[in-house]
């Protein structure tokens, strides 16, 4: 079946895309409004788009009633903010984070999470995440009535030391981290269940055909 997407509402074009593009990692992004304020909330359009230089890129949808979401109007407004991860054990405070709550509202206290000091941004880090990318704003692209694609260039990267198994080779204890990503609707997806397949090279690739 084909859905050609002009020709169809955006909720169900909507679904269609969220129901095929998983798993999906999940961004919790911190941002300061122009007053300083926290606010907290999940992005799970979201991902590593480049490392020289270093960048991730955020999908934030329009707001009905609100216009921008908070996360988008305060990296629009203050260029910064911070991209913290989800471990399993804080999906549940990671879900409070994603309410709709007015502008200026603290989800981070909501939660019961802590704040913790950046050291190259203002909005702060999730303390209780084990791990915080620092970021400004590379540029953000306005794609739609109040949607915006935020490209963020990390300046630093916090990883918990217990994750960290060689720091100068950049290790780290990927299982450990027991990160969740977004399914479809509200499933979610444990990054427990991984198979390996090493990559081929030309050269090999040759010789066994
Ligand atoms: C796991 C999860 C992932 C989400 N991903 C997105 C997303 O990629 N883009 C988006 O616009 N909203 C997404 N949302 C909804 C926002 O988190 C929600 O609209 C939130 O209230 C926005 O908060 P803010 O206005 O403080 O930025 C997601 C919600 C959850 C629970």
Redesign the pocket.
């Known amino acids: 079946m084909r859905f050609d997407l002009d020709k169809i509402d955006t909720a169900v074009a909507y679904k269609l895309m969220a129901a095929t593009v998983v798993p999906?990692p999940?961004?919790w992004?911190t941002?300061l409004d122009r007053e300083g304020r926290i606010?907290?909330?999940?992005?799970?359009?979201?991902n590593v788009m480049g490392t020289e230089p270093p960048v991730v890129a955020?999908?934030?949808?329009?707001?009905a009633q609100?216009g921008f979401?908070?996360?988008?109007?305060?990296i629009l407004d203050t260029g910064e903010f911070v991209v913290n991860l989800?471990p399993e054990a804080l999906a549940p405070q990671?879900?409070v984070?994603?309410?709709?709550?007015p502008?200026g509202v603290d989800?981070l206290e909501l939660a019961g999470l802590t704040p913790a000091l950046s050291a190259h941004v203002k909005p702060p880090r999730i303390a209780e995440s084990p791990v915080s990318f620092e970021c400004v704003n590379h540029s953000t692209v306005v794609t739609g009535p109040h949607?915006a694609l935020v490209v963020g260039r990390v300046l630093a990267i916090h990883i918990a030391d217990a994750f960290v198994k060689d720091a100068a080779r950049g290790h780290v204890d990927t299982p450990g981290l027991n990160l969740v990503g977004?399914g479809f609707g509200?499933t979610?997806i444990r990054s427990q269940d991984t198979f390996e397949m090493p990559r081929p090279t030309w050269a090999t690739f040759k010789r066994s055909s």
Do not use: C, H, W
């Not at 606010?39 to 979201?46: E, I, Q, T």
């Not at 979401?69 to 305060?74: E, F, H, M, P, T």
């Open positions: 999906r999940i961004g992004v941002t606010n907290a909330a999940p992005y799970s359009f979201f955020l999908g934030i949808l329009g707001d609100r979401k908070d996360s988008a109007r305060n989800v990671m879900n984070t994603a309410v709709d709550a502008p989800e949607q977004r509200a979610y």
